[in-house]
């Protein structure tokens, strides 16, 4: 597939580092330090990168409307924000869906939530799956619209992992 000028773009990222809730609920466990500061160098390099998100789909879990938080605080701007309750326990195949219900309009959508489900998402769309460690992000470039996402809709434009 190749990519043309004007095409839509899919940022995945996978939620920054979580600490445990023992005894607590999995969907609220919150960042760790590093999380926070993984989070924040993920937005710095989107905003160097010019990756500016017209709209966010966020899992609704603590973590990932957190890593969205120190995300957008280094990015800047004010996209169209969404926290998805589906998106807690959605694996690959449903995440594309959810994120085929992205209105037409939208050129640039930045998808925040769990895996296997993220990785799982990049590798269904570009037949390439990155390391996807937690705060991870994969760039894809889609060449139709939202509603025609399926396998090889995509082509991996560029990555990211925190160095630790």
């Known amino acids: 597939m190749v990519v043309m000028e004007g095409t839509r773009r899919l940022i995945v990222m996978r939620h920054a580092k979580a600490g445990e809730l023992p005894g607590g609920p999995d969907f609220e ?3 760790k330090p590093r999380g926070r500061s993984d989070s ?3 937005g710095e390099w989107l905003r160097e990168r010019g990756y500016r998100p017209d ?3 966020c899992s609704a879990a603590r973590r990932a409307r957190q890593t969205w938080q120190y995300v957008s605080e280094a990015l800047g701007g004010r996209p169209q924000f969404t926290a998805e309750r589906r998106l807690y326990e959605a ?3 449903e995440v594309i869906e ?3 219900e992205t209105p037409a ?3 640039t ?3 925040i939530g769990h895996n296997p489900a993220a990785a799982g998402a990049v590798a269904t769309l570009t037949g390439r799956e990155p390391p996807f460690p937690t705060a991870a992000i994969a760039v894809i470039g889609i060449a139709g619209n939202w509603s025609e996402l399926g396998g090889g809709a995509g082509d991996l434009l560029d990555s990211w992992t ?3």
């Open 55 to 57: 709209a966010v789909v």
């Open 105 to 107: 309009d939208v050129g």
């Open 91 to 93: 694996d690959a195949d």
């Open 29 to 31: 466990r919150a960042l």
């Open 109 to 111: 959508l930045l998808y």
């Open 98 to 100: 959810i994120i085929g």
């Open 40 to 42: 924040a160098s993920a």
């Open 162 to 164: 925190p160095e630790h």
